[in-house]
C-alpha cells in the first residue's frame, strides 16, 4: 500500500497562490494515479479537484479549478504537487490527496477510485 502526507496549505488572500505537495512512501514503485479532493465545510461530501495519472501524461480538472489550479508529479521523489493560482474564497477547505494503483495511465475523478488517503490540508481563502 502506500501512504500519502499532504502540506503546503495555509491562510492567503484571494488572487494569491499556494502550492500543495503530496509525499507517497510506501510501495510507490508501482504505477499508482493521484487525486486532489477537497471538503468544505466539514461533514460535507469531498468534492473533486484534479487528478494526474501515474506517468504524468493525463490530468483532469473539475469545471471550478480548471485553468487556475495545475497538478504535476515528480516520480523520482514520489511527489505530486497541485499549484493553485488566483485563489478564491470558494476554494477554501480541507484538501486531500488519495491514490489508487493504475496501469492505464488515466486520471479518473469519483472518490471510489481511489483507496488510500491522505490526512488533509487546510486552505483558506480571505476575500
Known amino acids: 500500500q502506500v501512504q500519502l502526507v499532504e502540506s503546503g496549505g495555509g491562510s492567503v488572500q484571494a488572487g494569491d497562490s499556494l502550492r500543495l505537495s503530496c509525499a507517497a512512501s510506501?510501495?510507490?514503485?508501482?504505477?499508482?494515479?493521484v487525486g486532489w479532493f477537497r471538503q468544505a465545510p466539514p461533514g460535507k461530501e469531498r468534492e473533486f479537484v484534479a487528478?494526474?495519472?501515474?506517468?504524468?501524461?493525463?490530468?483532469y480538472y473539475a469545471d471550478s479549478v480548471e485553468g487556475r489550479f495545475t497538478a504535476s508529479r515528480d516520480n523520482a521523489k514520489n511527489t505530486v504537487y497541485l499549484q493553485m493560482n488566483g485563489l478564491k474564497p470558494e476554494d477554501t477547505g480541507v484538501y486531500y490527496c488519495?491514490?489508487?494503483?493504475?496501469?492505464?495511465?488515466?486520471?479518473?475523478?469519483?472518490?471510489?477510485?481511489?483507496?488510500?488517503w491522505g490526512q488533509g490540508t487546510q486552505v483558506t481563502v480571505s476575500s
Open positions: 487528478s494526474i495519472s501515474w506517468s504524468g501524461q493525463t490530468t
Open positions: 510506501g510501495r510507490t514503485a508501482a504505477n499508482y494515479v
Open positions: 488519495a491514490a489508487n494503483y493504475n496501469d492505464f495511465d488515466t486520471a479518473p475523478s469519483p472518490l471510489y477510485e481511489y483507496e488510500y
